[in-house]
């Protein structure tokens, strides 16, 4: 057989996740693989839990991560918390609000579904009439940053109007962890998960996920099994549960679990606060020659995501064309619109490790040539420029 050893080239990874993986991270997974109930292992994993619980800023005893990518995480969450009959109301205004009612349609429930325009957050006023007109709803699920579109909602409201109807709430908060302000505690969600691969800088495959007391009391008390006998916390909990005694539910994925480790003792050491100002002051830099370029963000300013940037595509411009010759050219990976917004514009994401000076010189230096060079209707030769005099006015020079 022909097949080698497969090499894949560097990248510069600035699109939606996964984002470029600290050189640190990649070290950690090299490590020698042990047992996953080997004692220095179940060390390593408390740890993994407690460094969580500062990434999520909560300190729920459920906090740990599931085996798999954030699709998984928000399984967990619906899969243990919804069961037949029940109502969930649903937030939509983008792709993964859509992926949340799929699982609560196949968990058997019904999705009370209140819709805002892509690019918009939730409109707190929306759910609140939806939870008004259905308090029989047990849960109100919504994602907090839309990596579809670049908008972030008001996870703190959200919060507050659904412990006001008594509802328990889902939040998807994958490209929000690292990178925005992530207050578990302080907004008191119940079921939050998210992702490995985008602000916390790691390999995909983990869903970091944790659940408060109420959510608990509701998954030990269910009337019926929950449907996925992977995903069903009680049974995972027997391995990643504490009180000392570990018992085997299903092979962890070791080395990826190093990673992650890693990824979060890195963000302990930048501390958590710095991180999420230096994807503010990046965000501002990239912004600042975007706009100079004279292209044009999708979301409001203040319910922009600084870790994922939505520009919208000149008209006449091919959108796989740019992508095309940025990837080739410059090693650089952007990502395309999803859904609805596949073809009009790009998502320019600054997440983890990803979100530095460098990255974003690169991108906008490669963005302003590539459009230049195929007559798109941008202003040459300003980005790069605009970008650092912003840096220089946040004193960063
Ligand atoms: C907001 C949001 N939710 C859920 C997911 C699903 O995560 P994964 O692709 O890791 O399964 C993603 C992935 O991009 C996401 O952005």
């Known amino acids: 057989m022909s097949i080698q050893s497969f090499h894949p080239p560097v990248r510069t990874l600035m699109g939606p996740g996964p984002s470029d993986v600290d050189p640190r991270i990649l070290e950690a ?75 609560v349609e196949r968990c058997g429930a019904t999705a009370v579904m209140v819709e805002d325009a892509w690019g918009s ?19 109100l699920a919504f994602v907090h940053a839309e990596t579809s579109t670049g908008a972030q909602s008001d996870a703190k409201t959200l919060c507050e109007v659904a412990q006001r109807h008594d509802c328990l709430t889902i939040v998807d908060t994958v490209t929000s962890l690292g990178g925005t302000p992530v207050l578990v505690d302080e907004w008191g969600a119940d079921a939050v998960y998210s992702g490995s691969q985008k602000c916390l800088s790691c390999v995909p495959g983990l869903s ?59 963000l302990s050491e930048e501390g958590i606060e710095n991180a999420w100002s230096r994807h503010r002051r990046n965000h501002e830099a990239l912004r600042a020659g975007i706009e100079a370029m004279g292209l044009a963000f999708v979301v409001r300013p203040e319910e922009r995501l ?79 420029a605009a970008a650092r005099a912003a840096y220089a006015a946040q004193g960063a020079n």
């Not at 990502?335 to 009009?344: D, E, R, W, Y």
């Open 29 to 103: 997974m090299a490590r020698p693989t042990i047992g996953h109930l080997d004692p220095m292992f179940v060390s390593m994993m408390d740890e993994l839990k407690e460094l969580m619980r500062y990434a999520f800023q909560t300190e729920n005893t459920l906090t740990m991560p599931v085996s798999a990518p954030g699709s998984a995480g928000m399984e967990t969450c619906f899969v243990n918390l919804v069961e037949p009959g029940d109502k969930v109301v649903v937030c939509q205004n983008g792709v993964f609000g859509g992926r949340m009612k799929e699982n």
């Open 121 to 139: 957050a939730v409109d707190p006023e929306k759910v609140e009439d939806a939870l008004k007109a259905h308090p029989d709803a047990k849960i």
């Open 208 to 266: 970091p996920v944790t659940f408060s007391e109420r959510a608990m009391e509701v998954v030990q008390n269910r009337r019926t099994k929950v449907q996925s006998w992977f995903l069903d916390l009680n049974l995972v909990l027997g391995y990643w549960g504490g009180g000392g005694k570990r018992a085997y539910h299903h092979t962890a994925p070791i080395n990826t679990l190093y990673a992650l480790h890693e990824a979060l003792v890195l």
């Open 306 to 384: 600084p870790q994922l940037n939505a520009v919208t595509i000149p008209e006449g411009v091919d959108d796989a064309a740019v992508r095309g010759r940025l990837l080739e050219e410059y090693s650089l990976e952007i990502g395309a619109g999803l859904g609805t917004m596949a073809g009009k514009i790009w998502r320019i994401g600054l997440m983890g490790y990803a979100s530095s000076r460098r990255n974003v010189l690169l991108c906008l230096g490669a963005l302003d040539a590539v459009l230049t060079g195929m007559g798109a209707p941008v202003e040459s030769g300003q980005a790069v």
